[in-house]
Every structure is written in C-alpha cells, then in structure tokens.
C-alpha cells in the first residue's frame, strides 16, 4: 500500500461555537470533550489508526496560530512540528489543499496519498474509519479523489450532501453523481429516505499526483499561485504573503472535487460529527436522566435537555427546556438549543455594531475577540 500521509487542516474559528471559540482561540485549540484538545485528539486518533511515526504528519495552519499548534503538538510529541505549513493568510481549504499536496508531492513523492483531516472534528467509532481508509486507500491509489462520505441519521440541514452512483469495481467505494450544497428540511428528509446520499465529512483521501492533475484542470489559477507563493519563499513551510493573500477563498470541494470526473466516495459510519455547533456537543456529552449536559459549577431544576458550561460562578436553571448556557467569564451566551443557526448571525451583528454608546462600547469590546 502507498505510503499515507495525514494532512491536518488547523484552520477556521467556529463562530457557532461563540464565545469559547474566539479569533484568537478557536475550536480546534479547545478541550470541549475531554482531556485533549479537538486538534490533539485529531492527531492522536490518526496515529493510532495509521500506527506511524508523529514526523510523518503534516499540518497546515495559520501563521499566527504556529505558537498555539506548537505547544498542543509539544504535549503529544515534538516531531510533530516536523512538517506544520504556516499560510500567511486563511484562503479557505482549495489553497491549503494545493499547498499540502506540492510540499508532501516534494518530501515524500507524487504517489504519497494525503489524507486530509479537518482539525475540529469527532470521531466516535475509530475501527469503523480505519477500515474505510484501507477501502479508500485501494480507490485512491488507482488516481481517484476519494472523499468520505458519512451515513445520514437525521434529516440535518446543516451539512452538504454527496449522492453516490455505481460500485467502483467492488472496492467498497462508489462514483459520486452529484454533490449537494445544505438543503431545506423537506429535501434533506428526502435525502435520507432514499438511502442513496451521504453527508460531506471534508475528509478526504488522494494521491499528491492526481490532486495536482486535478488542480491544473479545475483550479489552475489556485495551484499555480500556490506555485508563484513558493517561489523564492526562503522557508518552503512558508509562501509569500503578497502573492498568497491574492488566492481566491475557495473550498477544496467546490474548487475541485464538485468538478471532477475521478471523484469517488467511500460509505462510513464512524460516528462522527463535525462539533459545529453547541446542539451538536450537547448531542455527545454525558447527559443526567432529564437530558442536561453540566460542565462547571451548574445546578438544574426542572430544567431538561439543555447545556450548561459554567466557569467560577454559579449558574442555576428552573423551568427551562432546550437551552444552552455558556458562560466564558466575560461574556454569557444564553440561546435555544435547537435555533443554534443564528449564532453566526448574532455574532456578525455584534462585530458591526457601532460604538454609539457605553453598552455599544461593551459589545464592540467583545466583537474584537470574536471569531471571524
């Protein structure tokens, strides 16, 4: 089997995470389900499904989150700051991929497949992913993209969706005939009725070769100004910020894989999610026998299905049902559970806010500290 290379993706901010998850500290760099942070968890998982060396794993993460990856991968093991790539600027995950895939095509060869890791995600069931990524290992050495594809419980509309076609020889993967951006409920209920469509876990699985050849079909102008970022760059872990700021923000599945005609999909159930949002944590803690998840110092009387992160102060609950309740010390968020969309609104809205008085003053305080 070709060598696989983890690409882990330690970027973005979880706005709907808010206001634990921060600009300046966001989702990934929390210990929101125990003792690791959802980045060390990342890459403790994949070491232990791949069993190889810490020196092996590449990261690509912003230049100004380098010192915070450091010290979580410090906690692990120092090799991992073997390979850490520092974009100057987040593009989104077309340009991360195309620099991930040019330095691992340099250090370890075209044919290396990298699997590529969302940093912030959970994982319930690891046997389950080790086995797809045997599966997709198989599709992906023959030159397919191979993205993961995960089984639908719900009819959730806060993913996208990948409808999969014919069996790709047996291998337990499929050709992907059509991706879908989030739906509407009567869509996704749809969706998952019909047993032909998967939720996009970003988690995907390629050759350094065929996401090259991919890139200069679908996305040229990303890969070559990737290329043109490199060039002259005096440490290759680090690209041109002048040149690299001008790529255009674009996702890796719209910029490529929606395009693509060697795209398959591997069918998983890992358990998995991608702790996008507060409903979505409520859904994996610890529950007492009336539904609530308690963190801190929390007290709840007929009060159900709700959650509760308290830090020094105490936080009592009466006569509530799906709530969330977070408390991160200089600011309170008190939402409906269920009504978790609106949190990035919520937050865009505290960012424009103007100044016009001293409560103003306060909210434009706290939208710096906001995750963009």
Known sequence: MQKIIPVILCGG?????????????????????????????????????????????????????????????????????????????????????????????????????????????????????????????????????????????????????????????????????????????????????SGEYLWSSGMHLCSAKAIEKNFVIYAPETWQAVVNSLNGALNPRQPLKHIYKQIKKEPFETAVLEKSDSVAVIPCDPKWTDVGCWESLWEMKTKDRAGNAMDGNAVCHDTKNSMIMAQDRLI?????ENVIIIDAGDSVLVADKNNTESLKAMVQNLQAMMPNDASAMIIKKLGTHLAA
């Open 13 to 193: 901010s979880g706005t709907r995470l808010w206001p634990l998850s921060r600009s300046g500290t966001p989702k990934q760099f929390l210990k929101l389900l125990d003792e690791y942070t959802l980045l060390q968890r990342t890459v403790v998982r994949t070491l232990d499904i791949l069993g190889m060396n810490p020196s092996d794993v590449v990261t690509v993460t912003l230049s100004s989150m380098r010192d915070e990856t450091f010290r979580q991968y410090e906690e692990i093991s120092p090799f991992l700051k073997r390979h850490v790539l520092l974009e100057p600027e987040a593009r989104n995950t077309a340009a991360a991929v195309a620099f991930a895939a040019q330095y691992v095509k340099k250090e370890f060869g075209e044919d290396a497949l990298l699997w590529i890791l969302p940093a912030d995600h959970y994982i319930g069931n690891e046997e389950a992913l080790k086995q797809a990524v045997l599966k997709a290992s198989k599709a992906a050495a023959n030159g397919y993209l191979v993205t993961f594809g995960i089984q639908p419980t719900r009819p959730e509309t806060g993913y996208g969706y990948i409808r999969k076609s014919e069996s790709l020889n047996g291998s337990g993967s499929y050709h992907v005939q059509q991706f879908f951006e989030k739906p509407k409920h009567d869509v996704a209920l749809k969706f998952l009725n």
């Open 316 to 320: 009592t609950c009466v006569g509530l």
